[in-house]
C-alpha cells in the first residue's frame, strides 16, 4: 500500500437545516487501498460519500483528491477527476446488454484519452462479469446488478471507487464474490472506499477502517483495533444495527 493519500478530507462539515449530518471530519485515505467506513443508520456514511462525490456542497471544511480542492465542484467535473461512485441500487439501462451499460461508463467518466472497447473488456473482467457481456441488463440477479454497477463505475476509468453497501441484501456466496472482486480493483490500482453494513467482509477486506456515529469520526485505524475500541462498540450497542436494505 502506498503511503501517499489520494483523498484528504479535511475539517468536513455539513448541516441539513437543523441537523448537522457531518461534524468537523479529518481523514486521509491512502492511494491503492480499501477503506471502510461504518456507522449506526444515520451516521452520516451516504453524506459523507454524497459530499465528495459533489452531490451535496460542503457546509465547511475541503475535500482534496490527488492534492487538489474539488469541494464544491458540479459532480461532472469531480466524475472527470476520477472519482466514481457504485450505487446500490443499480439503474441500467435494461435493454441493453451488459457490454453495452458497461461501455457507456467508459465513454464517460475520467477525462482523458481512452481505448473504449478495451476499457470496457477490462472492467468486465474486474468485476467478474464478462462472461454476462451478451446479456441483456434485465436478465441479470441483483448480485449480477451490483457487478454490473461496479464495472460501470471502473469502466469510468476512476482512480477512486466509492461503493455504497454493495453487499447489502446479498447471500454469502455472492458476498464472497464481491469482496473478491474489490480485491481486485485495488490490485489493478484503483483506491476503494467500501460503506458495509456486513462486518465479517469489512473486518476481511478492509486495510483500515472509520468509524462514524452522529456525523463525528469515532474512530479510525485497522479493523482489529477499530472492532475493539469501547466507542465503536458502544454507539454499535447503543444504536442497534438496523437493516437499511
Ligand atoms: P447513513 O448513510 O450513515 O445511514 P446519512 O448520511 O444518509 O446516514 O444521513 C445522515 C443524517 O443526515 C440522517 O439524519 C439523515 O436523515 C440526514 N440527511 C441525509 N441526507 C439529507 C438531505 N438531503 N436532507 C436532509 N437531511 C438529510
Ligand atoms: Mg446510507
Known sequence: M?????LQIEHLSKQFRGLQAMSDVSFTIPAVSITSIIGPNGAG??????????????TAGGIRFQGQLIGGLPTNRIAERGIARAFQIARPFRDLSVFENVRIGALFGKAGPRDVSATTD??????AIAHLAARPASALT????????????????????LADEPCAGLNPTETAAMIEVLREVRASGVTVV???????????????????DAGRLIADGLPQDVAQDEKVIAAYLGSPEADDA
Open 2 to 6: 502506498s503511503a501517499a493519500p489520494i
Open 122 to 127: 477490462r472492467a468486465l473482467r474486474l468485476a
Open 142 to 161: 441483483v448480485g449480477q446488478l451490483r457487478h454490473l454497477e461496479v464495472a460501470r463505475a471502473i469502466a469510468t476509468r476512476a482512480d477512486l471507487l
Open 45 to 58: 456514511k451516504s453524506t459523507l460519500f454524497n459530499l465528495i462525490t459533489g452531490y451535496l456542497p460542503p
Open 194 to 212: 467500501l460503506v458495509e453494513h456486513d462486518m465479517p467482509s469489512v473486518m476481511e477486506v478492509s486495510d483500515r477502517v472509520l468509524v462514524l
